[in-house]
């Protein structure tokens, strides 16, 4: 889902689509979209970035 919406596909065929491919309701895939935020790190291996310390991330490269 998420690689079709960054392929700019529109969201009403991404979820038509797969629906049909995968069996499971318009509903489901919409619901699961709207909670992206809670997946998309796991799926793509990331981590979210930190708002407490924004010149950490720059601590830890130049240490590298």
Do not use: C
Not at 12 to 38: C, F, H, M, N, P
């Amino acid at each position: 889902m998420y690689r079709l919406y960054i392929d700019e596909h529109n969201m009403g065929e991404i979820v038509e689509r797969l629906s049909v491919k995968y069996s499971v309701s318009k509903q489901a895939l919409w619901r699961d979209w709207q909670k992206r935020t809670q997946w998309v790190y796991d799926v793509f291996d990331l981590e979210p970035a930190s708002t407490k310390d924004p010149l950490l991330a720059l601590r830890k490269a130049s240490d590298m």
